[in-house]
């Protein structure tokens, strides 16, 4: 007779008993009888959310990431095994064709509302679709964008997939992490605070369901825009020139560079009596820490430095 040793035996008691287990997701209830083998994960930061739970041998590709994104030495390392199966949003046969169980996605997120992938239309294929919860504002009701956001999709990620002791671990030493760098923050005046993703003609900003509020808020500034009942959206310039920020946090991605973006403000003669363009006080933050995901921290310790103008 074969004896299993002690971690095995444990394993196998732990995986019986793990399952089946039911997560929220937006406003569904998704039961798993069994961890994904087969997952697939849209942009970015959703990409390393699985990395950093130890998934990557669950997964059998992402999407989303070329098409707009390039990918920093340790996203590289992180997904180089792994093929990008489309360079936007996927299509349903993408998926079918991986042979995927799992699709972490979100809307706007490599899902839209309406569109060919949401979790209805690929459920007759056999995945099921955990959504990103701060992108849920666009198919109902949520709370405003915070911090556990992010730390609820890594714990629902753990129970997913049977790694809630990773999960539980990386949520309690963010929120240490966290506590230590924003510990001496004076909340007392919080400094306004404009987003500037992209556009010219009209930027593209942070609501108060994005992410960025919830990580300027931490940091001890006011997104001017908090007031808009909105993730992301676009809107006019007057609004910013009016409501007049004393910080401006850009997003770094794309075709467009943080410098070209600083440089367009700072010579725009409309936004010469900006506090922050005439204090020349940017900071930028990577696309990978301004949405979900496990850089959050550091970006809220960037924010917090770049706030004190240190």
């Known amino acids: 007779m074969i004896r299993l040793s002690l971690a095995a035996l444990l394993l196998s008691a732990t995986a019986a008993m793990a399952y089946p287990v039911t997560v929220k ?7 798993f009888d069994a961890a994904p083998a087969r997952a697939i994960s849209n942009d970015v930061n959703l990409t390393e959310m699985m990395l950093v739970l130890g998934l990557r041998d669950r997964m059998v590709g992402y999407t989303g990431i070329s098409g707009w994104k390039t990918l920093d030495a340790e996203m590289r390392e992180g997904v180089a095994e792994l093929p990008e199966l489309s360079s936007k949003y996927p299509t349903k046969e993408v998926l079918a064709g991986a042979e995927a169980d799992f ?3 979100g809307w706007n997120y490599g899902m839209k509302v ?29 709370a405003r964008s915070s911090m556990d956001d ?5 714990l629902n990620l753990g129970k997913i997939f049977g790694v809630e002791p990773r999960a539980e671990q990386l949520v309690s030493g963010w929120k240490a992490r966290l506590e230590k ?12 605070v404009f987003v500037y993703d992209s556009g010219e003609e009209a930027p593209f900003t942070a609501g108060a369901y994005a992410m960025p509020t919830a990580l300027i808020e931490a940091a001890g500034g006011k997104n001017i825009m908090d007031d808009l009942e909105k993730s992301w959206a676009e809107i006019g310039w007057e609004a910013v020139v009016e409501r007049n920020p004393e910080v401006v946090v850009i997003v770094n991605y794309g075709d467009v560079t943080a410098e070209q973006k600083i440089a367009f403000m700072k010579g725009n003669p409309a936004f010469a009596t900006m506090d922050a363009v005439k204090n020349d006080r940017f900071v930028v933050l990577e696309y ?10 550091a970006a809220v310790e960037k924010l917090v430095t770049g706030f004190r103008g240190n």
């Open 25 to 31: 997701s937006c406003d569904r209830d998704v039961t």
């Open 103 to 105: 699709f972490f996605a």
């Open 114 to 142: 309406g569109g060919e992938v949401t979790p209805e239309t690929v459920e007759p294929l056999g995945i099921k679709v955990y959504e990103l919860t701060e992108s849920c504002i666009h198919i109902g009701p949520k």
């Open 150 to 154: 992010m730390y609820n999709d890594i």
């Open 181 to 192: 760098a924003t510990a001496g923050v004076d909340r007392s005046a919080p400094l306004r």
């Open 288 to 297: 990978v820490e301004a949405t979900p995901g496990p850089r959050n921290i």
